[in-house]
């Protein structure tokens, strides 16, 4: 079946621009993630959602990220003012579950690679 | 919170020969531990799991790891490795308890294995 994919690929930006990446979860996964990994910080977790609810928000660095998830379906992640030091591979993932329930793995994306010159 | 420490960024290994990729990891809580792998250019893969149950957990691959509760490791090991096991290794922790704010993963920094032919 279809994985969880993201889009796009690659996005090259100017500093001081907005931009907005997009993942689409395995169909019927309820929780999904979002990771960055970067040469210098490795692999980070930045948010968590629950259907459309993010119980854990804790690793989005500044208030410059933000996330949505509608339909307990896609997410977008926006970065706005993007600055140089976001550059990194954005990681988005999904997995089975639900309030009270958990499941044990993540299925994640190939990623999108984003460029701030 | 949770940490985990891979302390080989770089293995090599000749084709054949055995190897280790070493991870620890610091929990105040009992943690559930997977091994992640990532090939040139792809996305995250799960490798293996340890949930409970038997110490020693395997991978369709030939890689296993053994969870060692009173040395916090989980290495990952391979008796005999072949040039398409060159990857990126993440070794990664979950507390093992769910509260529905507590569903990501904390990753190690990951080991490079290179197969030399």
């Known amino acids: 079946g279809a994985g969880v994919s993201q889009s796009p690929s690659n996005k090259v930006t100017e500093k001081g621009k907005d931009v907005e990446l997009r993942c689409d979860p395995i169909s019927g996964h309820t929780a999904l993630y979002w990771y960055r990994q970067s040469l210098g910080q490795g692999l980070e977790f930045l948010i968590y959602?629950?259907?459309?609810?993010?119980?854990?928000k804790s690793g989005l660095p500044s208030d410059r990220f933000s996330a949505e998830r509608t339909g307990g379906s896609v997410s977008t992640l926006t970065i706005q003012r993007t600055q140089q030091e976001d550059s990194a591979v954005y990681l988005c993932?999904?997995?089975?579950?639900?309030?009270?329930?958990?499941?044990?793995?993540?299925?994640f994306g190939p990623g999108t690679r984003l460029t701030v010159t | 919170a949770q940490s985990v420490t891979q302390l080989d960024s770089q293995v090599p290994v000749f084709e054949e020969a055995p190897v280790e990729l070493r991870c620890n990891y610091s929990s105040s809580v009992s943690v559930y531990l997977f091994w992640y792998v990532q090939y040139p250019n792809q996305g995250l893969q799960l490798l293996l799991k340890y949930l409970s149950g038997s110490t020693l957990v395997e991978s369709i691959n030939g890689f296993e790891a053994e969870f060692n509760k009173s040395q916090t490791s989980f290495h990952l090991r391979k008796p005999s490795v072949h040039i398409s096991d060159t990857a990126e290794y993440f070794c990664?922790?979950?507390?093992?308890?769910?509260?529905?704010?507590?569903?990501?993963?904390?990753f190690g920094t990951g080991t490079r294995l290179t197969i030399i032919p």
């Open positions: 959602f629950q259907g459309n609810s993010a119980p854990d």
């Open positions: 990664a922790v979950k507390v093992s308890v769910s509260n529905f704010g507590n569903e990501k993963l904390t």
């Open positions: 993932a999904s997995s089975q579950g639900g309030w009270g329930t958990h499941s044990y793995e993540q299925y």
